[in-house]
């Protein structure tokens, strides 16, 4: 059965930084390039980043470059998305996505999801 599982996140400062994480299982995790969206509420889940499926090759929202970071270790079937310098408007429900072989910015390609990390990390 194929499953992502988001967690992390947590209360945090003004210009902190969090880490993400997404744990695959099911089927074989280098076979997929891995992609992290958000959604605000009453809005588009929005591209945030992906990562290719061995890790040499990433792409970030033009918005998010600098100060998110997406990366992978193939051997915990585990992508991780590094948070920094964060604002308010970065509290959103985040997902992680596989996508069979290649990174993708539109979340009409990705073929699995995770149920989502609500993320309210800011004081």
């Known amino acids: 059965q194929v499953q992502l599982v988001e967690s992390g996140g947590g209360l945090v400062q003004a210009g902190g930084s969090l880490r993400l994480s997404c744990a695959a299982s099911g089927r074989t995790f280098i076979n997929y390039a891995m992609g992290w969206f958000r959604q605000a509420p009453g809005k588009e889940r929005e591209f945030v980043a992906t990562?290719?499926?061995?890790?040499?090759?990433?792409d970030y929202a033009d918005s998010l470059k600098g100060r998110f970071n997406i990366s992978r270790d193939n051997a915990k079937n585990t992508v991780y998305l590094q948070r920094n310098s964060l604002k308010p408007k970065d509290n959103d429900g985040y997902y992680c996505a596989e996508n069979l072989w290649r990174k993708a910015t539109c979340r009409y390609d990705y073929d699995y999801w995770g149920q989502g990390k609500q993320v309210t990390g800011y004081s």
């Open positions: 990562i290719s499926r061995t890790g040499g090759s990433t």
